[in-house]
């Protein structure tokens, strides 16, 4: 299997199974002499962890991530970074009853229709539980970025919609993020949030989600036309998230019922800087960033794997019917904030090294 590293300058590949015995990473680009310490990286793996509520999985892991190489004395050396997160709480045996069969939804076929050979213990690399590797890169990417862009860079994540309950755009607050299980930025929705996801664990299905990104402290001129567009670069990177089904950027899809008046940014000069009246662009144009909030915003399908009862097929071709116990995520979409935040992080320093090595400022 080729394909598990991703970026250009800033690259990381990542490694490791769901129910194997660790998981991991090497970071490959990161600038010498940033202050970097686990504790760091551990603060966003905990936000990414399950367990944490009940209305994630259940299952328990510490996530304790290891520096093995790459940092001395507590800074970055430029060397490749080397990181390892050991599983602890596996239950294979959960997956013995349905080992022959192919779980509708997931990679399961398509796996075993391309190599001949899968890991059914939870999915193996088609696992979310992958993504905690990508969470641990991120929080360098972000440690990075801060040293780079300063104080007024941050990327913050929420989600505004679990199932057909929306949040209110209006009422978003970045303190109220971390406030609540959900990750909701309108505490208005956090109760309506609960119950809904309480009737959808009870009932033994699941739900998708909607996650918002906003970075901000971005300057002006990162990303390239034609073939390294920033909000390509995105697209690809949060497409790469297990589970998520659609990108949008800025207005993302709503612009097609737009009109030119209302989908163009407007700007005017002030002073030495130009300031937009609006952000239909989601703060990219032309593939290039404008100096304004980046806003992007991704869905995330409804977990897969539910207790109800579905038809499907095993591996000799024959029908069958699946019902998947365990321990997963009634909506899979709670926990893939620190996971977008984290793989938006990546693709601004990518680009930000890129924009240095080209135009040199």
Known sequence: MSFNTFGKLFRFTTWGESHGPALGCVVDGCPPNIPLKDTDIQKELNRRKPGQSKFVTQRKESDTVHILSGVFEGKTTGT??????????????????IKDKFRPGHADFTYFKKYGIRDYRGGGRSSARETAARVAVGAIARKVLEQKLGKKFNIVGAVTQVGPVFSNPENWDDKQISKNPFFAADKDVVSIYEHYLMDIRKSGSSCGAMIELR??????????????????????????????KSVNIGAGSEVASLSGELNSDEMRASGKQVKFKSNKAGGILGGISSGQEIICSFAVKPTSSILNTRETVNKKGKNTKISVRGRHDPCVGIRAVPIGEAMLACILLDHYLMHKAQCGK
């Open 80 to 97: 490749p970074i080397s990181l390892v997160i050991y599983n602890e709480d596996q239950k294979s045996k959960d997956y013995g009853d």
């Open 215 to 244: 970075a901000r402290g971005i300057p002006v001129g990162l990303g390239a036309p034609i073939y390294s567009k920033l909000d390509a670069d995105i697209a690809a990177g949060l497409m790469s998230i297990n589970a998520v």
